[in-house]
């Protein structure tokens, strides 16, 4: 981890300050659109793209990333929780571009963009004046403008309505979440909290252009796209091969087993608490307060940020932010508030609209969710139930 972050923050200081500015590129220059694999970690399983500008005259091999994001920036945490993350235009020679994903067993093709030499230089000019102090940053949105629309939108800019991106490759056209998950596991920690932090927003189709915020459908699209009649790309060729590993993969350490059990859990504790008449008072103190803490989020990422993939989140339904504040209520060992049979109403209420909003597909959540949703659906029985026994018995 050390070593990745030493190389990455050369490469930062090298894209800042080793590279001086130049007025153009020689005839014999090339311009390309890099695209590399998927990596081990989240942030990397949906791959990377660049421009690549080589120009063996003036000694350049250059990577234009807009992928790079600085620690240290200022508020940079706050901003990146908030839905402002600053990201920036960062310049690093091919080859220390290339090592860092050769460490991380990451595949890497390339894109020979057929261009005369006017389109070049105007395509480099935009990109030299693009990296410059005062320009080089932008607010990132991992939907509509990220490291990977950037390509298609600067190709767009600069070489204007001679540019055409056919639309017939596309077979089907996939909604944005849709698209997400076909880069993660289904029964993966990653793929079922990235379900509940994205709202009914990303259930829409998305067009053939909408399509580019991943890298591969960059990759594709540039193989379908057009310059004044002509395939832009003039040749693909594969830089870096990835060496197939196969991930462990364990079933314990999934959530799907750990839902499972919990589930199990609760129902047979429920059982015992009917037969007992008796009420596990840290049971539903947990269900409680983490489904509220849970739904807090949501609340949180909805309406108090800029994430614009967040907004219209309807697992708030089943995720009832109340719920935090009567978990406290809940660990009372005498009676249930008076009020608690109105309140339970609510939650239960909800879980029902989650359930309608989830068939009618208002909004897809993750097939995981059906486990805590039966599990708090059981324990609100329960208490319904078991308030309305305990009150009885002191009238």
């Not at 932010?321 to 009676?335: D, T």
Request: proline share 4%; aromatic share 18%.
């Amino acid at each position: 981890m050390q070593l990745k972050t030493g190389i990455f923050l050369f490469i930062f200081w090298i894209g800042f300050y080793g590279f001086g500015q130049l007025d153009g590129l020689n005839e014999n220059a090339r311009i390309s659109v890099i695209t590399c694999g998927p990596g081990k970690e989240l942030y990397a399983s949906f791959g990377h793209s660049a421009f690549r500008v080589q120009d063996p005259k003036q000694g350049i091999d250059w990577v234009y990333n807009y992928g790079t994001f600085n620690f240290e920036a200022p508020n940079f945490y706050y901003n990146f929780a908030v839905g402002r993350p600053i990201f920036t235009l960062s310049v690093s020679t091919f080859p220390e571009f290339l090592y860092s994903y050769q460490l991380e067993n990451r595949w890497v093709k390339e894109q020979l963009l057929d261009l005369n030499p006017q389109l070049k230089n105007e395509l480099f000019l935009f990109l030299e004046n693009n990296r410059r102090p005062e320009n080089r940053n932008y607010k990132y949105d991992y939907l509509y403008d990220n490291c990977s629309t950037k390509i298609p939108e600067i190709l767009k800019n600069v070489l204007g309505t001679q540019l055409n991106y056919r639309q017939d490759h596309l077979v089907k056209r996939f909604t944005f979440r849709e698209l997400i998950q076909q880069n993660l596991k289904i029964n993966s920690w990653s793929s079922f909290g990235i379900d509940l932090a994205l709202g009914a927003v990303i259930d829409k189709k998305a067009s053939a252009e909408e399509h580019m915020f991943l890298p591969f459908y960059v990759m594709d699209q540039m193989k379908n796209t057009t310059l004044d009649g002509k395939p832009l790309v003039e040749r693909q060729r594969t830089i870096l091969e990835a060496t197939l590993e196969r991930n462990g993969y364990y079933f314990t350490a999934s959530p799907l087993f750990w839902f499972l059990i919990f589930l199990s859990f609760t129902a047979v504790i429920t059982f015992i608490d009917i037969r007992n008449g008796s009420r596990a008072r840290w049971l539903d103190f947990f269900l409680f307060f983490v489904s509220g803490a849970v739904g807090s989020l949501i609340f949180f990422l909805w309406f108090l940020t800029d994430h614009s993939a967040t907004a219209n989140n309807f697992n708030i339904f089943w995720a009832f932010p109340l719920n935090m504040v009567v978990a406290f209520f809940l660990l009372r060992r005498y009676l249930l508030p008076r009020w608690f049979l109105k309140y339970i109403m609510v939650p239960m209420g909800f879980l029902v609209l989650a359930l309608i909003i989830w068939l009618v597909k208002i909004q897809l959540f993750s097939p995981l969710t059906a486990i805590p949703i039966l599990a708090l659906g059981i324990r609100y029985l329960f208490l319904c139930r078991y308030y309305k026994k305990t009150y009885l018995k002191t009238l």
